[in-house]
């Protein structure tokens, strides 16, 4: 039987960078996961007969929420739910799993690398069919509806036990437990050569951080490439992620860092999120940051079977180092500058226009899903490491001799108040247009504007995506507030400096951007609004 509950709007579903993520207390009150799940619903076309895909990065509440999302797709008129094992799905397995089965869309359940458990973040997310997060008029739509709804519908049904692979019905719909590393680990054969791989005799760590990737790493790393069993550390999936923040960063896997650093360092090491769609990569004594790797990976994708032909761009978000820009010159390929979130690259890998895609946020990715994955970006790294036979500090170093290399760190403030936050913001946008031709802190100032983008397949415009002040010489500060955070502001600076070829590219980072990040202060008063001597997190 199919119920309808009468319900009250939430003022504060409007779905941020990448969907709605709040407290997990918030989505415990009465109706509050229900009403966000009818809004989708409702916004969403074609559901009699379509297929839904459910998963989650099984932390706090992803069982309950998950139970409470079949129902309701029962009464909306799905013909079929795929939901992972356990309710288990990291992000670019769903994408991959929505892709695969033709679905409508899917619901992803996760709140990406905050910290998980009855204190912590909860999220939901809903993608379409292209298996990318829906874009901005979809979330907008969602939104709207959220104000408007009164009522929302489930089947009366038990719960479905989500540990036994295979179907059952609730209420004429088919629930389908699936085998959520199956599919995904087979993608990976398909573009990387294993082989190769596994001949190469290398070392690895990945930490798994408690998280989402732990089976996909063991499947993956230790059955199917045969590295040593230990190779995944924290590798069984925690609904608390063990009390740490699963955020592969050198603050949160600081651990893995440390191993990097000494003596024992195995040839490479990585580190994944919450949900699997994030990376962090370490070589023995070399840290990458997300910019340089997306740089890197690019200019040397072509050893990997799956991008054999080359790439038919690049794409990076704005915050992001142009370090890829300058690969994309070389190739004769296009480059494209989005605003921040994994969204906006989905229209110009449907479009055939960008083949990888990567943000500063540790996130990169490419044209086989719709989401950034990390574990895509550890594998192509080993077989590139593979194909040539060379270290991760070889590879960084001939990539900074040929390119030239943008030093690059951003800065956050995390916490702030959300008024101050603001007032911050709203000074910086109103002195832009005196800037050009100013100095601050020795640098000159040739442009400063607020990041818009027109999105080169459907024309649409998005505006207020940071502020950048752009020094002469290729250097820039960019100013943007978070929108993933659950609790106040976060205020991200994003601070880069080229160094050409034939310069200083061996130097320290914090060296190379300190007048930067004189001229930020100089620019934005930081200490002054936050209160804050000096940013919470620098990556
Ligand atoms: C999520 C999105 C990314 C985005 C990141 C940072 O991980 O998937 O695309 O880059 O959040 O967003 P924020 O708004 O917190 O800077
Ligand atoms: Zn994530």
């Avoid at 359940?109 to 458990?117: E, I, Q, V």
């Avoid at 590295?227 to 550390?233: E, H, I, K, L, S």
């Amino acid at each position: 039987m199919i119920v309808t509950t009468a319900t009250t709007p939430f003022d504060d579903q409007k779905p941020g960078t990448s969907g709605l993520r709040k407290k997990v207390r918030v989505f415990e009150q009465p109706n509050y996961a229900e009403n966000f799940i009818q809004s989708v619903f409702d916004v969403v076309e074609g559901k009699q007969g379509a297929t839904l895909v459910i998963g989650g990065d099984g932390r706090y509440l992803n069982r309950v929420v998950i139970q409470k999302a079949i129902r309701m797709a029962a009464a909306a008129g799905f013909a079929r739910v795929v939901v992972g094992q356990g309710g288990i799905l990291s992000t670019p397995a769903a994408s991959n799993v929505i892709r695969q089965r033709g679905a409508l869309g899917g619901l992803v359940l996760s709140a990406s690398h905050n910290p998980g458990g009855p204190d912590e973040d909860f999220g939901i997310k809903y993608n379409v069919s292209n298996g990318g997060p829906a874009p901005e008029k979809v979330t907008e739509a969602i939104h709207a509806r959220t104000l408007s709804l009164s009522e929302w519908h489930a089947a009366d049904s038990a719960d479905v036990d989500l540990d036994t692979l295979g179907e059952v019905t609730v209420e004429g719909m088919i629930v389908e437990v699936i085998d959520p590393v199956a599919d995904y680990a087979a993608l990976m054969e398909r573009l990387f050569d294993f082989a190769a791989i596994r001949a190469a005799g290398l070392t690895v760590a990945f930490d798994a951080m408690s998280a989402v990737t732990g089976p996909y790493a063991t499947e993956i790393l230790e059955r199917r490439l045969g590295f040593a069993p230990g190779t995944v550390r924290n590798g069984t999936p925690l609904e608390d992620f063990g009390g740490h923040h699963p955020d592969p960063n050198l603050v949160h896997a600081h651990e893995l860092y440390e191993l990097m650093m000494s003596a024992d360092a195995p040839d490479f090491g990585a580190a994944s999120d919450g949900d699997g769609d994030r990376n962090l990569i370490i070589g023995r004594n070399r840290f990458v940051t997300p910019s340089d790797s997306l740089a890197m990976l690019a200019a040397n994708a072509h050893l990997a079977p799956g991008y054999k032909d080359g790439l038919k761009g690049i794409a990076r978000s704005m915050p992001t180092s142009a370090a890829a820009d300058r690969v994309a010159e070389k190739l004769g390929i296009p480059s494209y500058e989005t605003p921040t979130g994994w969204k906006f690259f989905g229209n110009l890998l449907d479009a055939g226009m960008a083949t990888i895609c990567g943000e500063e946020s540790a996130g990169t990715g490419s044209d086989h899903v719709r989401e950034k994955d990390g574990l895509w970006a550890v594998l192509l790294w080993l077989n590139i490491l593979a194909a040539t036979g060379k270290s991760v500090d070889q590879i960084a170093r001939e990539h900074w001799a040929t390119y030239g290399r943008n030093y690059y760190a951003r800065h956050d403030y995390e916490g702030v108040d959300s008024a101050a936050a603001d007032t911050l913001m709203r000074e910086l946008r109103g002195k832009l247009t005196t800037l050009p031709g100013t100095s601050v802190a020795g640098l000159t100032i040739a442009e400063a504007d607020d990041f818009a983008y027109e999105d080169p397949t459907d024309g649409s415009v998005s505006r207020n995506q940071g502020v950048r002040v752009l020094f002469e010489g290729g250097s820039r500060v960019v100013f943007r507030l978070s929108g993933t955070g659950t609790s106040g502001a976060t205020l991200r600076v994003y601070l880069e400096r080229y160094e050409p070829a034939g310069g200083s590219v061996d130097a320290e980072t914090g060296d190379m951007l300190a007048d930067i990040v004189a001229a930020a202060e100089q620019l934005a008063a930081i200490r002054q609004h936050t209160g804050r001597e000096r940013p919470d997190v620098v990556t």
